[in-house]
C-alpha cells in the first residue's frame, strides 16, 4: 500500500483525472491519503480521514512511507503553518502537531508550540467553532474557510470534537440517533433536508429549535420550523426539512 500527503494548504479532489473535471473535495494540508492509481498528472487517492475518493494533482502530494502523526487541528479560522520556513496560510480542521514534520523534499513545521485546547460538545463551544465559518462562500467539495459546501461545514466542525463524518450529506444522515420534533432539538444536533425526489441533499447545525447554521451561498444564520429552512433576509423558504440526527 503506498501513501501520500498534501503539501499545500488546500488541494482539489476531483470527480476525474482532469482540472475541467467537477471538484467533489478537497484534501488540507497534512492529511492523508492512500494511492489507488497513478497517471501522467494526476492520482486516484482515496482520503484516510473520511474514505473518499477521486483523483489530485500528483505535484500537490508527497509520497511517503512514514505517515505524520496529528497531535489534532488548527481551531482559528485562519493559522500560519511553515514549509521550508515559509509561512502559509493554512484553514481551520487543518492537522496540527507539536513537532516539526519532516517529508521527502518537505520540511513542515507550526507557528503554535501547544496543542489546542481539547474542545468538548458544549453549546458555547460548537457557537465558537460553527460562526468561525461565518461568511464563508459556498464552493461545491469545498471544506476550508475559503469555501466550503453544506457536508463539508458539518464535516470540519464535528472533527473538531472527535466525531468523524463521512464526506457526502445522505452518508452523515445515515448515523447518529433519531430526533423526532424539532422542538426536542439541541444545539449541535444536524438537520438533513432532501429535495423533490427525497434525496438528501442538505445538512446543517441547529443552533436551538428555531434556528439553524448552514453553507448556502455562504456560511449563514437562518430561521428553521418544522417544514424547513426559512433564508434571511428575503424571509424565503430554501429547503426541506427531512429528519434531524443526534450526535452526542
Known amino acids: 500500500m503506498r501513501f501520500a500527503v498534501c503539501i499545500v494548504a488546500v488541494a482539489p479532489v476531483r470527480k476525474e483525472p482532469s482540472h475541467k473535471s467537477e471538484m467533489v473535495s478537497q484534501l488540507l494540508l497534512l492529511e492523508a ?59 481551520l480542521g487543518t492537522p496540527w502537531n507539536n513537532k516539526a514534520i ?10 503554535i508550540s501547544q496543542p489546542p485546547a481539547a474542545l468538548y460538545f458544549t453549546e458555547k463551544n460548537i457557537k465558537q467553532i ?25 464535516q470540519q466542525v464535528f472533527k473538531l470534537f472527535h466525531v468523524v463524518l463521512p464526506r457526502d450529506a445522505y452518508q452523515q444522515a445515515e448515523l447518529g440517533n433519531s430526533i423526532g420534533f424539532l422542538e426536542e432539538a ?10 423533490e425526489e427525497g434525496r438528501i441533499t442538505h445538512v446543517g447545525i441547529l443552533l436551538n429549535a428555531y434556528t439553524i447554521i448552514h453553507a448556502s451561498g455562504y456560511v449563514k444564520i437562518d430561521a428553521i420550523d418544522n417544514m424547513g429552512i426559512i433564508t434571511t433576509p428575503h424571509s424565503k423558504r430554501t429547503h426541506h426539512l427531512r429528519l434531524i440526527k443526534s450526535f452526542r
Open 33 to 91: 491519503v492512500v494511492i489507488l492509481e497513478v497517471l501522467p498528472d494526476f492520482v486516484k487517492v482515496k482520503c484516510l480521514y473520511d474514505g473518499y475518493e477521486g483523483w489530485c494533482q500528483i505535484i500537490q502530494l508527497v509520497e511517503t512511507d512514514t505517515l505524520p502523526e496529528t497531535s489534532g487541528w488548527h481551531q482559528q479560522a485562519l493559522n500560519e503553518v511553515y514549509i521550508h520556513q515559509q509561512a502559509i496560510c493554512v484553514s
Open 102 to 111: 519532516i517529508l521527502p523534499f518537505f520540511d513542515i513545521s507550526f507557528q
Open 130 to 154: 460553527s460562526y468561525s465559518f461565518l461568511g464563508t462562500p459556498y464552493l461545491w467539495g469545498g471544506k476550508s474557510v475559503f469555501g466550503i459546501d453544506c457536508s463539508g461545514f458539518t
Open 186 to 195: 439541541k444545539c449541535g444536533d444536524l438537520a438533513f433536508f432532501d429535495n
